[in-house]
């Protein structure tokens, strides 16, 4: 045992990596604006009302660091920010903390967090902290009349160019039906069979040779700022800032969104468990998580933060509320992700999605 | 070598036995103080041997053996393990089959290790993983009898493939892996299959691996010969300015030399800049030069090619260039003199250059991962996959196997072939 811990920390060299000082924990998150608006609302308040620094390190999703450091015994990460279905297995796996709901601060009006927090967003390891959106982006310059539909992300005749799309089957195989004609509502029954699925890649397949893949979030906004794809699926957050901050000429299309949450979790044997506690309830009480919807439109998951939203960090006339994946135009033919889904079939599915993209 | 002539000489004179001014048997003496330099000489690399061994070798080895051992199953379903591996896969689960299991799952929530055993059988079987964790819930309030409670709460667990599944997940030595990494399929009755087309994809991979390196020692050879020999021939001086320009790549990180080549290759990038001003292609129809295969080739190229230059370059060194002269003053074409007189005898130079690059080439992956896309990925990129994003260990380690086997295999063949003594690095 003692060597299988050895060797499994000689093979994941995160885990070797220079530990935390005690003092000082490490949040994880998934870089760019995103990382920037939880520094900005959290990471900050947190370090001056309580004299700890907070260190913070980009990754991009998934468990398989959090595992490795977990299995060899050596865990460097202490807050990390997750996808609900990666909170759910990690959770099932044994790879976190739980963490009990009922001492999460209450609302300002007295009502308790475990019915403050939207669906899904609390369970025995995991606290939410926002609502994200994937959709897609185009580059306003390089069209005449503007898309408005997912089936206009698949139509290289009408609107020419490369596409970008994330190198994962998740949300693609979505969005390729919904391309295809299928309603927002019925997605995931078609999903459910084998001629749906046979259907998404035949939809895929018409588009393919246009497809520049991604695989970090900070890459769509470049990827359609550098003219290398005149549309890219991305995340809503990301194309609002390359906007708002920078002038670049993106419109958004929110038909065919899928939305999904991201929840904090703390990985098993973190050595500064009680500081990762405390800084995870600080950031998921109400003010916080409004605040940091004026830093990046991804729209927070407790109902009280939601009257508190207010303006864009460097121009005030852009209401935060009128961006976020949750209003009700967004929502119009938008489907929240089903993790159930993708936690009985993603691997499967991504076997298949690379070897038909090896082909 | 006067101490070996010395035990000669005892030898000799086996009769008469040479004693020390000490008294001890010369021959006894010799053998001590041999076997103290040999201890000395063992102590002095000891501390290189056990880091080679513990931080090399033991962990390889463990690492590869997860490739045909996964114990998930057996080690949190200790109930129901000892019956699953009796049960012949047709008949209709017993009773004390689904007690075992509501016992285990009890246990498996408990402990929370019931993700990991659910995540494993659903490698066998897409979709059965919620099928663990919702009955992993509800198992504490399950009742007997617990095969009509359990079909009940989920009447998948009336499937017989779900049993099948766990059957196999169950035996801990286990082909599947291996099996995998080729495409195949391990059924619980002994037999192997191909997958089905659409999920075929490592043997592409394995041969688009082989491939890759094999173009790339080709290019190297061809574009490193001239040059290796122009830096043997020119004057000492010369040669050796020349060959700074060889090794300032070859010291510059590999990361900076990949990320160079996107700068040069891509759509927007000085190659193609360059090809519309001369007008090889349109501002809107420019070469894709990278992310695919072509990409992977050029960079791979540059970055292995001091590899082969070097080797060349240190055998070529040693060939008198008389030989040559000789050859032509005997009526030789320069043909004729370099194809029968100096290339035979940089036969050395091409092989140990050939076989490290082919070497370095198969295991690529940080270029390939960059600028690969999709036609030019290779086979590490893929272990790569299933160690970080699949987490699935003991693929990644029956594929990594897959692939050492093959470059002992193809070494075998090289020695061969070629002769691995005929192989000089200078």
Known sequence: ?359 | MGLASGMESTKDNHNNVVITSDGIPLKKKLAKSLFQSRLRAFGLVAPLLLLILFAFVIPILIFLSRGVYNNTFERHMINLTPLISSWDSNSEPTEAMFEALVLDLKAGKKSKKIGKVATRVNRELSGTRSLFTSSARKAKKLKAPFKDSLIKANKKWDNLEVWRAMKLTSISVTPAFLASALDMKYNADGTFERKPEERRIHLQLFLRTLEISLIVVLAGLFLGYPIAYLLASLPVRTSNLLLILVLLPFWTSLLVRTTAWIAMLQGQGVLNDLSVVFGLATDEDRFSLIYNKTGTLISMTHILLPFMILPLYSVMKTIPPSYVRAAKSMGATNWTAFWRIYFPQTIPGIGAGGILVFILAISFYITPALIGGQDGTMISNFIDFHMRKTLNWSLAAAMGGVLLVLVLFLYWIYDRVVGIDNMKLG
């Open chain 1, 1 to 359: 045992m003692k060597i299988k811990v050895l060797i499994l920390s000689a093979v994941s060299s995160i885990a070797l990596a220079a530990s935390a000082a005690a003092d000082s924990i490490t949040v994880v998150s998934w870089g760019g604006a995103y990382t920037k608006s939880q520094v900005e609302a959290y990471h900050k308040p947190w370090a001056s009302s309580t004299g700890n620094a907070v260190v913070s390190e980009d990754y991009s999703g998934g468990l398989a660091e959090v595992r490795a450091q977990v299995e060899a015994g050596s865990v460097t990460w202490d807050v990390v920010d997750v996808e609900l279905s990666d909170a759910i297995v990690g959770c099932d796996e044994g790879l976190l903390e739980e963490i009990d709901s009922s001492m999460l601060p209450a609302a300002p009006d007295g009502t308790p967090a475990t019915e403050d927090f939207m669906d899904g967003a609390l369970n025995e390891c995991a606290v939410g902290n926002i609502v994200w959106s994937t959709l897609y982006a185009y580059d306003k310059t390089k069209f005449d009349t503007a898309p408005t539909t997912m089936a206009d992300f698949f139509d290289l005749e009408k609107f020419p160019g490369k596409r970008g799309m994330r190198k994962v089957a998740k949300n693609m195989l979505e969005m390729a039906l919904m391309g295809d004609g299928v309603p927002s509502s019925e997605v995931y029954d078609v999903m459910n069979t084998p001629e749906g699925i046979d259907r998404a890649f035949a939809k895929l397949d018409t588009i393919k040779d246009s497809v520049v893949w991604w695989e970090a979030g900070a890459q769509p906004p470049q990827l359609l700022a550098d003219g290398e794809v005149s549309m890219t699926i991305t995340w809503n957050g990301r194309i609002f800032n390359a906007i708002a901050s920078e002038g670049q000429p993106f419109g958004l299309v929110w038909d065919g969104q899928i939305y999904d949450l991201d929840l904090f979790v703390i990985p098993k044997g973190s050595p500064n468990k009680d500081a990762a506690m405390d800084f995870v309830k600080f950031a998921t009480a109400t003010k916080p998580l409004a605040d940091q919807a004026s830093w990046i439109p991804y729209g927070p998951v407790r109902a009280s933060s939601i009257p508190l939203i207010g303006t864009f960090h460097s121009d005030a006339s852009l209401q935060m509320i009128d961006h976020m994946p949750t209003t009700a135009e967004a929502l119009k033919n938008g489907v929240q992700n089903d993790y159930m889904f993708w936690a009985d079939n993603g691997e499967e599915l991504n076997e298949r999605f690379n070897a038909w993209l090896a082909k």
